[in-house]
């Protein structure tokens, strides 16, 4: 009797748990095909001869972000640092919680994170190992002030920098 119930629910049952398995996977793909396009990977930063071996802040691509409380902050630190002729990319918000002001690029002794970090009193310099040549201002609730007498020019060893491939002017203003 067992038997037979069974081999009359068999089929029903497993026509269910395939077709659960189709939905699943319909609904998986849909979710796959709809989900947006991912950014594209910065392009590699290119070495670029530098006149009388010095880089210019209009060389330098910077993005801000504001990791505190203070609205508008990252803003402010963009339009200062434009006005001291920086190419700013983008100024925005981070999720990340920031304190004092941070410097992010490639490595602590690159020229555009030095140049950069003149700029900015009490920050510290957090090295990601990126490759496009751009440098990142993390900006938070102990923001230490912004060092208006700073150089804007700086020198370099030998006569070439890795500055971004792109020195197309698109700055984005969001905050």
């Known amino acids: 009797m067992i038997g037979r119930v069974f081999r009359i629910v068999r089929t029903p049952l497993t026509l269910l748990i395939l077709l659960g398995i189709l939905c699943y996977g319909a609904w998986w793909g849909y979710t796959k095909v709809i989900a947006p396009v991912p950014d594209p990977p910065p392009p590699a930063c290119t070495e670029q001869s530098l006149p009388d071996s010095k880089l210019k802040s209009s060389q330098v691509s910077v993005s801000v972000y504001n990791g505190g409380d203070r609205r508008g902050l990252a803003g402010d630190v963009g339009r200062a640092l434009r006005g001291k002729g920086f190419r700013v990319l983008k100024t925005?918000?981070?999720?990340?919680?920031?304190?004092?002001?941070?410097?992010?690029?490639?490595?602590?002794k690159n020229p555009e994170v030095i140049l950069v970090k003149g700029f900015f009193k009490d920050s510290t310099v957090r090295a990601d190992k990126r490759t496009d040549g751009?440098?990142?201002?993390?900006?938070?609730?102990?923001?230490?002030?912004?060092?208006?007498?700073?150089?804007?020019?700086?020198?370099?060893?030998?006569?070439?920098?890795?500055?971004?491939?792109?020195?197309?002017?698109?700055?984005?203003?969001?905050?």
């Open 92 to 108: 925005s918000n981070t999720g990340e919680n920031i304190k004092e002001t941070v410097i992010v690029g490639a490595n602590a």
């Open 134 to 175: 751009t440098v990142d201002v993390l900006v938070g609730n102990k923001y230490g002030g912004f060092n208006k007498k700073a150089k804007t020019t700086i020198k370099v060893k030998g006569a070439t920098a890795c500055l971004p491939a792109s020195q197309s002017p698109s700055p984005v203003l969001e905050n």
